[in-house]
């Protein structure tokens, strides 16, 4: 494993090779990766990307901000699956204030991550596609994400930028008549991953662009910190909803499709499948959706009810209090993991005893699986690149944060 | 689930297997241990790092193989001011552990690079943001923020709205 630990500076080598710059503006990088090739030819020689252009100091700006404040800027790190990033975030605090969370909220908190991650994953399948050169599928993946934004707006108010869960609950009860669209989507969904499949799966085409292509073993993608569908595609049978659950997914059944070949095509077949059990669970829990509170007893923490503030002095004064002046979370650490789209996201939240958090970070799955892409892609052609990038499913927003 | 305080005494977590193994291979090593909230942290002697980590990794009945994150808490004005945070995770076992190590004024700790390669991005952030050296860091330069850049930006001695 020599060659991964050591990542060279790219100067011209022999004769021979070139450099090319990819990026940052490079419609196939998904966003603003800027890569630095050496090639001989079309092989790529190596391979160096170049990060930070979306950087925003989000880890800084949280910890001048009250806890229920930071909820609103997880959106905005991985834009792709903004309530996956609202759920990490939140039952990392609710764990260091011990906060017990009503069963309703729970199951609403795992169908809204299932709906996102299949959301997520059809903006991958869609531009994945798109770039190996299979242009319908972006407009058939787009079509149903339409669907889910539009859920996902009936909610929480908010097509992308969610904010709908609170430390200690949610932030809305469902509007009326909310599961009705979301069990007709739910219905309707496996017929259209079908469609998806028919037009790649057999597909000779996409066959010759995927099959034996950026391939990665199980130790090298464990050694080099890859999560979520890019281990899974190598082999390595491990996923966090299953294995260290969290938020109730422990009532759930469902598989972990994993596959053996740890190339394009595996992890591609592995997020396919991954969407029909995430609709799976989605149906889970539209049938065992409990009935109750949304929000945690802890009013010193969950703002009151709008109703409550105009009878009651108590509700009134603590949502004063909690407005202007956040609420204590005891001392101590915690890191909270959760499995995005994308793998492990995690955050990691310092609490100094203050109502402001004294250092956040988070986990970037896509950070790490993007120190694949070299060991992916040296030695193969340039055309290779393009379809390694797709296939690690990186989002820019997540990795420079 | 009601808080609980945290135990920090040695003799009441030798149960935990990565704990148990460390104090076995050497008992210096190991500045002290905390179980909080479920989860175990354990402080490593700056210099022994590498070594615990590459023990860690390959202990058979637990092997912590995979390295979650690497990242840094700045403690200031208080002494010692930086501290190194790993987030391990056992793939078979199910497991979690976290390390640290406490830095003074001039950080420097020891790559772990040559035994997660995993490590190479996440220490140069660490870099970036907080500007602490990592010996043997094949490709020690900044990340995320611009080379030029001076000044790290997530020390606590550093505005948040940045230097005018």
């Known amino acids: ?401 | 689930m009601p808080l609980v305080p945290a135990i920090t005494e040695l003799d009441q977590l030798k149960g935990h297997p990565a704990l148990a193994k460390m104090l076995a291979w050497n008992s210096e090593a190991v500045e002290g241990a905390k179980f909080d909230r479920d989860e175990l942290t354990i402080y490593i002697e700056r210099s022994s790092i590498r070594e615990v980590c590459s023990l860690l990794r390959d202990d058979r009945d637990c092997p912590f193989n995979f390295l979650v994150d690497v990242t840094c808490v700045d403690w200031y004005p208080k002494q010692p001011r930086f501290e190194i945070v790993y987030h391990l995770l056992s793939i078979t076992r199910k497991e979690r552990v976290r390390l640290k190590v406490r830095l003074g004024d001039s950080p420097e700790v020891d790559s772990v690079t040559s035994v997660w390669p995993a490590a190479n991005y996440f220490e140069r952030e660490v870099y970036d943001l907080f500007g602490v050296r990592f010996n043997g860091h094949p490709y020690l330069r900044r990340l995320l923020m611009p080379e030029d850049w001076e000044g790290y930006p997530l020390r606590k001695d550093y505005p948040v709205e940045g230097y005018r």
Request: proline residues 6%; contains cysteine; charged residues 25%.
């Open chain 1, 1 to 401: 494993m020599a060659h991964l630990s050591s990542m060279p500076t790219l100067e011209p080598g022999q004769d021979r090779t070139m450099i090319l710059n990819m990026g940052p503006h490079h419609p196939s990088t998904h966003g603003v990766l800027r890569l630095i090739l050496e090639i001989d030819g079309e092989t790529i020689v190596r391979i160096m990307p170049d990060i930070g252009y979306l950087h925003t100091g989000i880890e800084k700006t949280c910890e001048a901000k009250f806890y229920q404040q930071v909820v609103p800027l997880t959106d905005r790190i991985d834009y792709l699956c903004p309530l996956t990033n609202n759920l990490c975030y939140v039952l990392a605090v609710e764990k260091l204030l011990g906060l017990e969370i009503p069963p309703k909220a729970q199951w609403m908190r795992v169908m809204l991550n299932e709906l996102t991650r299949i959301n997520s994953h059809l903006v991958w399948l869609g531009t994945h596609a798109l770039d190996i050169g299979a242009m319908s599928v972006f407009l058939y993946c787009f079509r149903e994400r339409e669907d889910i934004l539009r859920l996902f707006e009936m909610v929480s108010g908010q097509r992308m930028m969610t904010s709908y869960f609170r430390i200690g609950g949610l932030a809305l009860e469902p509007p009326l008549g909310f599961f009705e669209p979301v069990r007709q989507f739910a219905n309707r969904f496996p017929a259209k991953v079908d469609e998806y499949e028919n037009l790649l799966t057999g597909n000779p085409i996409w066959g010759m662009r995927t099959k034996g292509v950026a391939r990665i073993t199980a130790e090298d993608a464990v050694a080099l910190g890859a999560s979520g569908p890019t281990l899974r595609g190598s082999g390595v049978d491990f996923d966090l909803r299953r294995d260290m659950p969290y938020s109730g997914y422990e009532n759930f059944s469902f598989k972990v499709p994993v596959s053996q070949d740890g190339d394009v095509f595996a992890r591609y077949i592995c997020r396919v499948r991954e969407m029909r059990e995430s609709i799976a669970i989605v149906q889970q829990a539209l049938d065992g959706m409990p009935e109750g509170r949304i929000k945690a007893d802890a009013p010193k923490v969950v703002l009151p009810d709008r109703e409550k503030m105009k009878t009651e002095m108590e509700a009134l004064i603590y949502h004063f209090k909690i407005i202007t002046e956040g609420f204590a979370v005891p001392e101590g650490e915690v890191y909270q993991a959760v499995e995005s789209p994308r793998g492990e996201m995690g955050y990691y939240v310092v609490s100094d005893g203050t109502a402001k958090p004294y250092r956040v970070h988070m986990r970037a799955a896509c950070l790490a699986n993007l120190q694949l892409l070299p060991a992916m892609c040296e030695g193969r052609l340039l055309a290779d690149v393009v379809a390694a990038i797709g296939s690690i499913d990186i989002v820019l927003g997540e990795i420079d944060r």
